[in-house]
């Protein structure tokens, strides 16, 4: 199941930029361009410092995706 997130959303709102976010959690900018864009899911300790940064849960922020199955 992927993860989708709400990394940006979250940016945006606290009115931060991708590098300001990036130094807060110690990773570069283009980690925080690919979470953004979804192709790249954060290690449990990032998602906890990005999380953090964003002073909420770490659910609010990422999520899985679920994926309904037809049984025939």
Not at 2 to 13: A, H, S, T
Not at 22 to 44: D, F, M
């Amino acid at each position: 199941m992927p993860v989708i997130n709400y990394v940006k959303e979250f940016r945006k709102e606290r009115k931060l930029t991708q590098e300001e976010l990036a130094k807060l959690v110690n990773v570069s900018r283009q980690t925080i361009i690919s979470l953004e864009k979804g192709s790249y899911v954060p290690s449990l300790e990032l998602a906890l410092d990005i999380s953090n940064v964003f002073e909420t849960n770490v659910e609010q922020v990422f999520r899985k995706e679920r994926i309904a199955h037809e049984e025939n």
